[in-house]
């Protein structure tokens, strides 16, 4: 049964993942199996395989509307009744879910990851502990860039456009005022190894109760 949920919130490309996977990394061995697990909020983009390609570069992916998040809070809490889930698999490339999923059973401590976790209040009441990751906006679009050529697919004049019309709009009305609800503040992501440190320590007390 899972037991605590812990929400690791922030801009795109603000070191969320990283932050997340460290914690993760460097705990797994040290728990007993199946302790802890992560959750992306990124899976649970809507499938926008019914649209033309022209449609769906489109489409505000940054807007809680992207996000099937109703099926989100419903695993988040099927996880707390003890049972497993299979959550999407989203590819950025496409825009689209893939058919397969990913079982994810009732670990006693669940890191969720995602940009407008803090934004929503039907997902907001389902975290235990509520982090946002408070990387300067120039750093996180720098690292936006390389990753989303990189990983993602895309050209610098996609990446600017999609960054001007949404991303940075959308970044001020749902992802900064979100910061509000968190119960720590981590600046610098997944570098701040005293905020990794203190996370780490907090999941260790948890499940020594
Ligand atoms: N996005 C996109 N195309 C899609 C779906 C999402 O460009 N089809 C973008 C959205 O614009 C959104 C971002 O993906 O801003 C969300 O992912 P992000 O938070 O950047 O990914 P993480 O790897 O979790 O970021 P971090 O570096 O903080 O770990």
Redesign the pocket.
């Known amino acids: 049964m899972t037991q605590t949920i812990i929400a690791i919130a ?11 996977q460290t914690i993760y990394n460097e705990l797994v061995n040290e728990l007993e199996p199946g302790a802890i697990a992560i959750i ?3 899976a649970y ?1 809507r499938d ?1 395989s019914h649209l033309p390609m022209a449609h ?1 570069v489109k ?1 505000n ?2 807007h809680p509307d ?1 996000f099937e998040h109703e099926l989100m809070v419903e695993h988040l809490r099927k996880l707390r009744a003890g049972c497993a889930v299979d959550v999407p698999i ?1 590819d ?1 490339n496409e ?1 689209t879910r893939a058919t397969e999923t990913r079982r994810v059973l009732p670990a006693k401590i669940l890191i969720v ?3 407008l976790l803090l934004s929503d209040p039907a997902l907001r009441d389902e975290f235990d502990i509520k982090v946002f ?1 408070d ?1 300067p906006l120039d750093i ?1 679009l720098m ?2 860039m390389q ?2 050529i990189e990983e ?1 697919g ?1 050209t610098i004049q996609s990446i600017v456009e ?1 960054y001007k019309r ?2 940075r709009p ?1 970044f001020y009305q749902f992802i900064e005022p979100s910061k509000h609800n968190a119960d720590l503040v981590v600046t610098r ?2 570098k701040n190894r005293v905020a990794i440190d203190i996370i780490k320590s907090k999941i260790k007390h948890l499940l020594q109760e």
């Open positions: 922030g801009a795109s490309a603000s070191g969320k993942s990283l932050f997340s992306e909020e990124d983009y926008q769906r489409t992916y940054d992207a989203y950025y825009h990851e995602g940009i990751i990387t996180c690292r936006r990753r989303d993602r895309r999609q949404t991303v959308m992501g997944g």
